[in-house]
């Protein structure tokens, strides 16, 4: 065999008369087009990750609301049903006026709803709060409402149930 025909072969014909340098004009507008159409999924990403971070926080909320009526209703078990009446300001806080002693578990229980009810307008966007009690179940049964606003969703409910003997 001779040198000649082990040569490498000549990638010289196969290039064309004029070589490319670069990126045309089209291929960077399509480029541009990618990364934006990219840019725009994350950004609609990143918004829906709000809306879900806020109606969490709303949630949370709620819940903890809920569970602070029934610490509440579990502190003042005697009061039972009155519950359900219509909230007061009885003064029974015991940081703000006469020792809770001063008042009769009715009297509490309604200071406890007028100010459990001011907790949840304040913290929930058109938030409001509910209390029914079902004695004819033994034990009663307090079913504890918490309402309020989300956006683009319209109006959601957080409810819990709490079984309580009474004494």
Do not use: K
Not at 26 to 41: K, N
Not at 147 to 152: C, H, I, K, Y
Request: aromatic share 6%; with cysteine.
């Amino acid at each position: 065999m001779s040198c000649e025909r082990m040569r490498a072969p000549s990638f010289e014909a196969a290039r064309p008369a004029r070589s490319q340098h670069g990126f045309t004009l089209i291929e960077s507008m399509v480029a541009l087009l990618v990364l934006s159409v990219g840019l725009i999924g994350i950004a609609a990403l990143h918004g829906h990750g709000l809306n879900a971070s806020r109606t969490a926080y709303y949630r949370t909320i709620a819940i903890n609301l809920s569970e602070d009526m029934a610490d509440r209703i579990r502190l003042n078990r005697t009061a039972g049903a009155d519950y359900e009446l219509a909230a007061a300001n009885n003064n029974c806080d015991p940081f703000r006026g006469a020792p809770v002693q001063d008042c009769t578990p009715t009297e509490l229980a309604r200071h406890d709803r007028f100010v459990w009810e001011g907790l949840v307008a304040d913290a929930l966007p058109n938030g409001a709060g509910g209390i029914a009690v079902d004695a004819a179940t033994n034990p009663p049964t307090y079913t504890i409402t918490v309402t309020w606003d989300e956006v683009g969703q319209g109006q959601l409910t957080h409810t819990a149930e709490l079984q309580l003997p009474q004494f």
